[in-house]
């Protein structure tokens, strides 16, 4: 949610310099966020019975999803920063 | 705990394979325990770069090429952070399916060096400013 928000807020700032790179982040972040709720959910499952069933936990997807999302924000940061110069 | 990848067919099939193909299942309290790690890294990165960002965009008394200097610095340090996290979370893991010691910390030092850095600029700017 916190790296939802974050890219949103970029999302909002990017939009008054372009709208299309306001618009592109926005877009991007929101998939990659409804991706992350699908698979937390999914994990959390997998994760409470494989404990149960003293099975192997789940696997790397959602760290991946969420590195991701650190890293839209980034770049998308770098280029907010260097189009508004 | 040891599972083999024999004995749970389904294993084999989890991603990223160059993590989970190898050794046999650690303690899951060690699995979670890299997990947070992983997750407190996140936050960091996540912590840097919205001070990146706002200092960029709310912060008009400082010198406009320091102030995108030092956005940009912070930003580049957060997405490493977050790169790099991502990375020590697969290495750690794989290090503890195969019982070997954990990898030496990379993040740290370019997590310090970045906010030092930060940290003597504002404080360089605030003094020549006075």
């Not at chain 1, 499952?45 to 494989?50: I, N, P």
Request: proline content about 6%; glycine content about 6%; charged content about 15%.
């Amino acid at each position: 949610m916190s790296c939802f928000g974050c890219a949103l807020l970029l999302a909002r700032l990017a939009a008054n310099t372009s709208w299309i790179i306001g618009a592109v982040i926005a877009l991007a972040a929101l998939a990659l966020a409804l991706a992350a709720v699908r698979v937390s959910a999914r994990r959390y499952r997998q994760a409470a019975s494989a404990l149960s069933a003293d099975e192997p936990l789940p696997d790397g997807t959602l760290p991946a999803i969420i590195v991701a999302l650190v890293l839209l924000i980034g770049g998308a940061a770098v280029v907010f920063i260097l189009v508004e110069l | 705990m040891k599972l083999t990848e024999r004995n749970h067919p389904g294993a084999g099939r989890r991603w990223p394979r160059s993590v989970f193909d190898v050794g046999t299942e650690p303690d899951p309290r060690f699995t979670f325990a890299n997990e947070r790690t992983f997750l407190a890294w996140i936050r960091t990165a996540l912590a840097l770069l919205a001070a990146g960002i706002s200092l960029d965009t709310f912060v008009t008394k400082f010198p406009e090429a320091l102030r995108t200097a030092v956005s940009i610095l912070l930003v580049l340090t957060g997405a490493a952070c977050g790169g790099l996290a991502y990375r020590r979370w697969m290495a750690s893991e794989r290090a503890l399916r195969l019982n070997k010691p954990l990898p030496a910390p990379v993040i740290a030092p370019v997590l310090g060096y970045g906010v030092v850095l930060v940290g003597v600029t504002f404080a360089v700017v605030l003094l020549v400013r006075r």
